[in-house]
């Protein structure tokens, strides 16, 4: 089955920085890769997706890009805000399975 | 939020106990999941029901029974569970299982097995 790894596990950053988060992926049929975030007692909530058949999405601050070759794609927030502290998670979906990444505890330090 | 709602909240029961976990969302989706989220783990995905069939069951222990009556109510029936079954268990819905739809997450169920 897929296998998602996710990297650094917790990532501590000056408001204002970027933050960078990446995952890899193991099945090359994979064809969505969503990302959610998770505030401290709160449920997941997508805030970027990105399809197989593109290799970069930008949303206001928010930006991911995926390699399909490499199998990895990656999280990029600009402009942190303390507002951006919370749990990442990356998703890889193939077929019915989504399987996520383990999380980044994303600390922004005001 | 109101989209997805999950009963109990809370949740402590003894390892003898037969208990159920209620999801129900009010999207018009057609696909239903079940996640256990543990402390430092990944999300894991234990069951996917898309128009009440169940598509995939990811190799979940037999003491975890889901049901889904129709689209819009998924349960979780739990017995003889064992303490390392303690953790957050989610619901989630989304239009469909393929393609690649947004998946709107209930608030969870905090389960601690005595």
């Known amino acids: 089955g897929e296998n998602v790894e996710q990297h650094p596990s917790t990532l501590s950053v000056q408001e204002g920085d970027s933050a960078v988060i990446k995952c890899t992926y193991s099945d090359s049929a994979s064809n969505y890769f969503p990302w959610y975030k998770q505030e401290l007692g709160k449920r997941p909530q997508l805030i970027i997706d990105?399809?197989?058949?593109?290799g970069e999405k930008k949303d206001q601050r928010i930006a991911v890009t995926l390699n399909k070759t490499a199998k990895h794609f990656s999280l990029h927030i600009t402009e942190t805000q303390p507002e951006d502290s919370a749990v990442y998670f990356c998703a890889a979906l193939r077929a019915n399975d989504m399987r996520f990444g383990a999380g980044t505890r994303l600390t922004v330090k005001p | 939020e109101t989209g997805v709602t999950q009963t109990p909240r809370h949740l402590v029961m003894g390892m003898t106990n037969k208990k159920s976990l209620k999801c129900e969302q009010h999207?018009?989706?057609?696909?239903m999941y079940w996640y256990k989220q543990s402390a430092k783990k990944p999300l894991e995905l234990m069951f996917v029901y898309n128009f009440k069939e169940q598509t995939e069951n990811n190799s979940v222990p037999s003491r975890f029974s889901p049901e889904c009556p129709n689209s819009s109510h998924l349960f979780l029936h739990l017995h003889t569970l064992q303490p390392e079954d303690s953790a957050l268990y989610l619901c989630?819905?989304?239009?469909?299982?393929?393609?690649?739809?947004?998946?709107?997450f209930g608030p969870g169920t905090r389960l601690t097995v005595t």
């Open positions: 989630a819905s989304s239009q469909d299982v393929t393609g690649g739809y947004e998946q709107y």
């Open positions: 990105i399809r197989s058949n593109v």
């Open positions: 999207l018009g989706h057609n696909a």
